[in-house]
């Protein structure tokens, strides 16, 4: 028997109903239950398709939806050598501000990279011709026994080759006497960082000189093999010499290509030039790891 349920609550048979709805009445009702249900249905869809879209819009202003970020600043790590490094100074406290390039068409911003597909060009080939094997041992080395003390005036212009760093390098510099640099401002090569330089005991080492080629590196990589006055020259030598900030002289190290680069990539170029053409010129060699790094940062140039 078929039942069905009344507005009123009980279920009562269908054979007790006194009076059936008029036939319109059965046609009509499923039909506007079957409207209702897909204008419901077109509705959700509508707001289901404008919430997809609103949404991808907010992502790809927000850049979430375009390309990757770079979010890595080449390699970082410390070279694993722990003699003779470049420098022993305690970090300084007070931070440096990072700036970009002020002018990107500026050769004399350092923070902009100066190299020109010709430097390039004949840094690998350069880069060929430099002998190819493993670092000799830097047992006993002994960073002002085999290059001397730091710093000594070998261009005898009675300055000695820090300051005279420092005046090539940093922008509204202020003498004591005909050499002295006791105040002035860098931008970091090798960070883009600015830096209010000021002489003082613990503000000194906020600039620090660093050797391009590392002096530890060149003793394992051939200087072993020079004369104690081409080893004092290539300490002092100002085609491998930065004044840079001294985060970045602290985690370099004794470091190579291999094992650092500058975090600013619009100078590793000019970096890595350097580096082939002082190694070209004391006769040093490069160890494999370090060569196919050389290569690839030149590669790119």
């Not at 202003?61 to 490094?85: E, N």
């Not at 911003?109 to 100066?114: A, C, E, L, M, N």
């Not at 820090?162 to 050499?179: H, K």
């Not at 391009?212 to 072993?224: D, F, I, K, M, P």
Request: net charge negative.
């Amino acid at each position: 028997m078929i039942v069905e349920a009344t507005p009123a609550g009980p279920i009562a048979p269908l054979h007790h109903r006194t009076a059936a709805p008029p036939h319109h009445q059965e046609f009509h009702a499923p039909m506007t239950s079957r409207r209702r249900r897909r204008t419901r249905i077109s509705l959700t869809s509508v707001l289901v398709v404008l919430a997809l879209a609103v949404g991808g819009y907010a992502l790809d202003a927000t850049g979430v939806l375009g390309p990757d970020a770079d979010a890595a600043a080449g390699p970082t790590a410390v070279a694993t050598a722990t003699v003779g490094t470049e420098s022993d100074a305690p970090e300084p406290s007070r931070a440096s501000s990072p700036t970009g390039p002020t002018d990107p068409t500026d050769p004399t911003d350092p923070t902009v990279s100066t190299s020109t597909d010709t430097d390039a060009a004949d840094a690998r080939a350069l880069l060929a011709t430099l002998p190819v094997k493993g670092k000799a041992a830097g047992t006993g080395y002994d960073r002002t026994g085999e290059f001397g003390s730091a710093w000594i005036d070998v261009d005898h212009n009675g300055c000695d080759t820090r300051n005279d760093v420092l005046a090539r390098d940093l922008s509204g510099i202020v003498r004591q006497g005909p050499c002295k640099v006791v105040t002035g401002t860098l931008v970091s090569p090798y960070t883009g960082a600015t830096i209010d330089f000021v002489r003082g005991n613990t503000t000194s080492t906020l600039v620090q000189i660093d050797h391009v080629v590392a002096l530890e590196n060149a003793w394992r990589t051939g200087a072993q093999q020079l004369s104690q006055s081409e080893r004092e020259a290539l300490a002092n030598d100002p085609s491998n010499l930065f004044a840079v900030d001294g985060r970045s002289n602290s985690q370099k190290r004794s470091g190579d290509a291999a094992t650092w680069l500058p975090a600013n990539k619009a100078f590793r170029c000019t970096y890595i030039e350097h580096q082939v053409s002082v190694k070209a010129e004391y006769r040093l060699w490069v160890a494999p790891a370090e060569r196919d790094a050389m290569e690839r940062v030149l590669g790119t140039c």
